[in-house]
């Protein structure tokens, strides 16, 4: 039973490394010319585990930046859903 498992297992590989050939078509020579915004990258800092005692108040983002690549410093607004409570272990 463990060989056929097997045998099944590795036909399949098979069959998904086969159906993911690359196929190159030749399309005819045209210019375009397109305005696409820029991508970036967005850089976080500030970011690290902590362990608190239990009761003692804490500001999660303390220290928290984010920049990205094109704007440079980013402004994030958060607004406290009162989900996180230092008053019970494990938050």
Known sequence: MKKLFGFIAILALVILLAACETITTTAPATTTTT???PIGVITWAGLADAQIVRGDTVDLLEG????DSIDGALTVTVSDDDAFTSALAGG
């Open 64 to 67: 928290v930046t984010a920049t």
């Open 35 to 37: 305005t696409e915004a």
